[in-house]
C-alpha cells in the first residue's frame, strides 16, 4: 500500500520551461489537493478537488493548472515557470471533502526554477 | 482573514520533560482542528483531530486541547525523546465556510528539538 505518490521527486527548470507533477493514490480517496511549502510560509492550497470531475482553486492558484485525470490520479501544471515557483510540492488526499478527515501526504516534489 | 500562530518557530526541551505547542487563531473557530508531525524532506503526518466541541483528545503520550474561547489549542508531548524532535504543524477547517468547504488551513509550524 503505497499511499500517496508523487514524481518527480527532485526538478529543475528555466525560467519559462513548462512540467507537470504526477499524483496518485491507492486509498480509494475522494478527495485530492496540491499543496505548496516555503521556508516562513507553511503549506499553501494551490488547488483541490473533492470529487472526481471536479477541482477549485485554493489560496494560490495563479500560474498553475491541474488536472483531476480519474480518482486516482490528481496532476499540477507549471505551463511556464517562474523563480517564484521555487518550493517543495506536497500532493494529498482525504477520503471525503470534509476537511475533518484525515490528509494524507506524499513525499514531496522538490522543484527549482532557475 | 483567518490567521493561525503557532508558537515560537523553535522549541528546544530536555529528554522526559513535557513538551507544550500552541496554536492559536483569529476571527472564527474551525469546525476542526489536526496536527500533524512533518521530518525533515517528509511530508506531513496525521497525529490528532480534535472537533469544536471537544475539549481534550488523547493518544498514547500525546494530547491535544481545544478552547474556543481562548481560540488556542495547545499540543502536550508528555516523557518527550529525542525521536518527538520534528516539526509540527496545525490545520484548521471551516467546513461552515462555504468558500472554505473541504480546505485546511496549516500554520508554520514549530520546530521541536528534544535534547537527550
Known amino acids: 500500500n503505497a499511499g500517496v505518490t508523487q514524481t518527480p521527486k527532485f526538478q529543475v527548470l528555466k525560467t519559462g520551461q513548462s512540467m507537470t507533477l504526477q499524483c496518485a493514490q491507492d486509498?480509494?480517496?475522494?478527495?485530492m489537493y496540491w499543496y505548496r511549502q516555503d521556508p516562513g510560509m507553511g503549506l499553501r492550497l494551490i488547488y483541490y478537488?473533492?470529487?472526481?470531475?471536479?477541482?477549485d482553486k485554493g489560496e494560490v492558484p495563479n500560474g498553475y493548472n491541474v488536472s483531476r485525470l480519474n480518482k486516482r490520479e490528481f496532476s499540477l501544471r507549471l505551463e511556464s515557470a517562474a523563480p517564484s515557483q521555487t518550493s517543495v510540492y506536497f500532493c494529498?488526499?482525504?477520503?471525503?471533502?470534509?476537511?475533518?478527515?484525515?490528509?494524507?501526504f506524499g513525499e514531496g516534489s522538490w522543484l527549482t526554477v532557475v | 482573514s483567518q490567521k493561525i500562530e503557532q508558537n515560537s518557530e523553535a522549541l528546544n526541551i530536555q529528554e522526559g520533560k513535557t513538551a507544550t505547542l500552541t496554536c492559536n487563531y483569529t476571527?472564527?473557530?474551525?469546525?476542526?482542528l489536526q496536527w500533524y508531525r512533518q521530518d525533515p524532506g517528509r511530508g506531513p503526518v496525521f497525529l490528532l483531530l480534535?472537533?469544536?466541541?471537544?475539549k481534550e483528545k488523547r493518544k498514547e503520550r500525546l494530547k491535544v486541547t481545544f478552547d474556543t474561547t481562548l481560540k488556542q489549542s495547545l499540543f502536550h508531548i508528555t516523557a518527550s525523546q529525542p525521536a518527538d524532535s520534528a516539526t509540527y504543524l496545525c490545520?484548521?477547517?471551516?467546513?461552515?465556510?462555504?468558500?472554505?468547504?473541504?480546505?485546511?488551513?496549516f500554520g508554520d509550524g514549530t520546530t521541536l528539538t528534544v535534547k537527550p
Open positions: 476571527n472564527y473557530s474551525p469546525a476542526y
Open positions: 490545520a484548521l477547517a471551516f467546513i461552515w465556510v462555504v468558500t472554505n468547504a473541504g480546505k485546511s488551513t
Open positions: 486509498m480509494n480517496h475522494n478527495s
Open positions: 478537488s473533492a470529487s472526481e470531475g471536479t477541482t
Open positions: 480534535i472537533r469544536e466541541n471537544e
Open positions: 494529498a488526499s482525504s477520503p471525503r471533502p470534509d476537511s475533518g478527515n484525515t490528509i494524507y
